[in-house]
């Protein structure tokens, strides 16, 4: 069976930092692309970075460039997103996604197969 596991969410002030897991089974890692989406009370869940399955090449969508790095450890299934510099307005739900997605619009969820749990993100100001 296959499954996403997204972890590390938390309460941070701004400036702050956290660092996001996603654990897979069922599967491997390298074998989807992987992507981290956001989504807040009431608008659409937007994708912000994605890492690629073919060469491990990664995407960040404008909002996080800069601040926040994806990486996949193969050896563990897992796909990490470090967040530093957190600002009030990356509060959300926080999900990770594998699947096939479109690489040139990270933000678009299509394609993607399957969806962990979610974890939330609390920044204050």
């Known amino acids: 069976e296959v499954q996403l596991q997204a972890s590390g969410g938390g309460l941070v002030q701004a400036g702050g930092s956290l660092r996001l897991s996603c654990a897979a089974s069922g599967f491997t890692v390298d074998h989807y692309s992987i992507g981290w989406f956001r989504q807040v009370p009431g608008k659409a869940r937007l994708g912000i970075s994605c890492i690629s399955t073919t060469d491990g090449s990664t995407y960040y969508d404008q909002s996080v460039k800069g601040r926040f790095t994806i990486s996949r450890d193969n050896a563990k299934d897992t796909v990490n997103l470090q967040m530093n510099s957190l600002k009030p307005e990356d509060t959300a739900v926080y999900y990770c996604?594998?699947?096939?997605?479109?690489?040139?619009?990270?933000?678009?969820?299509?394609?993607?197969?399957?969806w962990g749990q979610g974890t939330q993100v609390t920044v204050s100001s």
């Open positions: 996604g594998a699947g096939r997605p479109i690489l040139s619009n990270i933000r678009n969820p299509l394609g993607y197969y399957y």
